[in-house]
């Protein structure tokens, strides 16, 4: 049973930092492409980046570049998102994905993953 289980999320103040964990079992992904996405209330799924097993390449959305980190453990299939400079409208439910996509322009796009975590919360008080 394929599983993506996100977890670190919480309130922080703005300015602050959190890192979220996103832990894959159930078959191996070193094939797979890893995305983090967010979804605020009201608002539609929107991408903030992702990573390959292969190769350690990173992708981030313009919003969040320079701010959040993408880093993998490839031995326990745990990708990290170390997100610095908190805003308050980085609030939002952060969802984890695998996909296989090969190119790197649909990465953001949400329909071509696979499988997806349950969302851990991340509240960025003003």
């Known amino acids: 049973q394929v599983q993506l289980v996100e977890s670190g999320g919480g309130l922080v103040q703005a300015g602050g930092s959190l890192r979220l964990s996103c832990a894959a079992s159930g078959r191996t992904f070193s094939s797979y492409a890893m995305g983090w996405f967010r979804q605020a209330p009201g608002q539609e799924r929107e991408f903030v980046g992702a990573?390959?097993?292969?190769?350690?390449?990173?992708y981030y959305a313009d919003s969040v570049k320079g701010r959040f980190t993408i880093s993998r453990d490839n031995a326990k299939q745990t990708v990290y998102l170390q997100m610095n400079s908190l805003k308050p409208e980085d609030t939002a439910v952060y969802y984890c994905?695998?996909?296989?996509?090969?190119?790197?322009?649909?990465?953001?796009?949400?329909?071509?993953?696979?499988?997806w975590g349950q969302g851990t919360q991340v509240t960025v008080s003003s």
């Open positions: 990573t390959r097993w292969r190769g350690g390449m990173t």
């Open positions: 994905a695998a996909g296989l996509i090969i190119a790197t322009s649909s990465l953001k796009f949400s329909s071509k993953y696979d499988y």
